[in-house]
């Protein structure tokens, strides 16, 4: 554990700003549910007197971005004004707890929805500027934390019944061997990726099959692409990919929550010919014995059932590792409680020996995934056997140190940090609502307008109800 946590250091401000791309114009991202999502962020920057930044986001698809930017306004007070050495270390476990069970705020989560997004993107925040304060990418200050060190960033509770500190600690242990030659493997080789950008929902089936081409040809094996809608188009779909990818590659499907449970098992014994490896998010993220029955009976077929980049907290993932409802576990960054909390579900996903293949694509997603799931093949599992992590080339301009991928696989980033720090001029140009990139849009007339000229029938007072 690090000594370098300097007693006079301390956060004299943290700023958060709504940040949104207007990717809905070309249906990027789009899904049976989210049909016109514009890819957010809540943005936040941790300041120390001593100059050191620490940058950290959530993701957000849009309207409610501003929900979050809020819900961090109310949380920063926990954070300003600690030295680093009451927030770092393991003093983590310590402020995660504060933020996400702060007296009066808990009762508008408690570890769930807004509020723990919010958690979220602080969180990461402070992690970034740990590795920052190390220089190593985030990767590799957890990959050279002692195990002792590690669990005690990790709040246990509500856990302990699967996964107590103990255990994990022996957990970690037991694959100190082959470290070394794990992270040179990683150096050079990097982790398996598949591509989810060839086949979101309000894409042609042209534009689908071109695109499954086109990454074919940059060397990927493994697709996703988006189903749930209707069955007949759901059948077209996968029937066109199915004649461009051949019966070698692997194809997953993903209805992003549009179904009942019976729905989703009768619909999917209609697909299970196109062979899908998994069918994601099939119902609500919130209905574990749903899933289970749904992983019951689609298991003889062959197909497994993914969730997770929805899934609230921990406990969560806790019940659909026990009910056997999760065949692959879609963590997501930059939701539950941040780094923190993704790494007790990713010892609980080791425990209960489901593969963990992270959710990304977003806003930054990419950037920071991949720096736990290499943590995760050096550190914890020490295979990548029937793991992949989701990657969509989508906004990756924006940031300072994109993801880096090679052959189709996430290459480890050597940068000091989380790989969140976005461009200066990306986000001037995109603060919601009135960054240069807006007024454009507002300008050009056409979907999106300027909030001031928005109609609202809001009223500041009820007697200034003029209508009655
Ligand atoms: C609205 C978003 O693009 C989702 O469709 C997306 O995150 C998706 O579920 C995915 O698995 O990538
Ligand atoms: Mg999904």
């Known amino acids: 554990m690090t000594q370098r946590l300097y007693e006079a250091t301390r956060i004299r401000g943290l700023s958060v700003r709504d940040i949104r791309f207007p990717t809905s114009l070309r249906l990027d991202g789009s899904d049976a549910?989210?049909?016109d999502p514009d890819y957010s962020c809540a943005y936040v920057v941790l300041f120390t007197n001593a100059g050191l930044k620490g940058h950290g986001l959530t993701f957000t698809v849009g309207r409610g971005n501003e929900l979050v930017v809020a819900a961090v306004k109310s949380l920063a007070h926990l954070v300003v004004g600690k030295e680093l050495k009451d927030l770092l270390g393991h003093s983590m476990a310590t402020i995660w707890r504060s933020l996400t069970s702060?007296?009066?705020?808990?009762?508008?989560?408690?570890e769930k929805g807004v509020i723990h997004l919010a958690v979220a993107a602080i969180i990461n925040a402070l992690w970034d500027l740990w590795a920052r304060q190390e220089q190593k990418p985030l990767w590799k200050l957890l990959v050279d934390m002692e195990p002792e060190d590690l669990v005690e960033t990790i709040d246990f509770r509500y856990i302990t019944d699967v996964l107590t500190k103990v255990e994990a600690v022996q957990m970690l242990k037991d694959m100190r061997k082959g470290k070394e030659?794990?992270?040179?493997?990683?150096?050079?080789?990097?982790y398996p990726a598949y591509t989810t950008a060839a086949g979101w929902l309000g894409y042609s089936e042209e534009k689908v099959k071109t695109l499954c081409q086109q990454y074919m040809s940059?060397?990927?094996?493994h697709f996703k692409i988006k189903v749930g809608h209707n069955l007949e188009d759901d059948k077209k779909r996968c029937a066109a990919v199915r004649s461009v990818l051949g019966d070698e590659m692997t194809l997953m499907l993903d209805a992003?929550?549009?179904w009942d449970v019976d729905e989703a098992i009768e619909w999917m014994k209609e697909l299970a010919c196109y062979r899908p490896h998994w069918i994601e998010e099939p119902t609500s993220p919130d209905d574990v014995l749903g899933h289970a029955r749904i992983a019951k009976e689609l298991s003889p077929l062959g197909i497994g059932v993914a969730t997770g980049e929805m899934c609230q907290n921990r406990v969560m993932f806790k019940q659909f590792l026990q009910a056997k409802a999760l065949t692959y576990c879609n963590i997501d960054a930059a939701r539950v409680g941040g780094v923190s909390e993704v790494l007790s579900i990713y010892l609980?996903?080791?425990?209960f020996n489901v593969p963990v293949c992270p959710h990304a694509?977003?806003?930054?997603?990419c950037e920071m995934v991949h720096h736990l799931q290499v943590w995760d093949y050096i550190s914890v599992t020490g295979t990548t056997e029937g793991r992949l992590v989701e990657f969509a080339n989508i906004l990756a301009e924006h940031f300072k140190t994109p993801a880096i991928i090679r052959n189709s696989h996430y290459m480890p980033h050597r940068t000091p940090g989380y790989s969140v720090e976005m461009h200066d001029k990306s986000l001037q140009a995109y603060e919601f609502p009135y960054g240069p990139a807006w007024k454009e849009l507002y300008k050009?007339?056409?979907k999106y307008k300027d909030p001031a000229t928005a109609k609202c029938p809001l009223l500041e007072r009820p007697n200034q109800d003029t209508t009655r």
């Open 348 to 351: 609980m996903c080791k425990k």
């Open 102 to 110: 702060e007296s009066q705020l808990r009762w508008v989560g408690p």
């Open 444 to 446: 050009q007339g056409g």
């Open 218 to 221: 940059q060397g990927y094996r």
């Open 33 to 35: 549910i989210h049909h």
């Open 361 to 365: 694509g977003g806003v930054g997603l």
């Open 256 to 258: 992003n929550q549009n």
């Open 181 to 190: 030659e794990r992270e040179a493997f990683m150096l050079s080789n990097g």
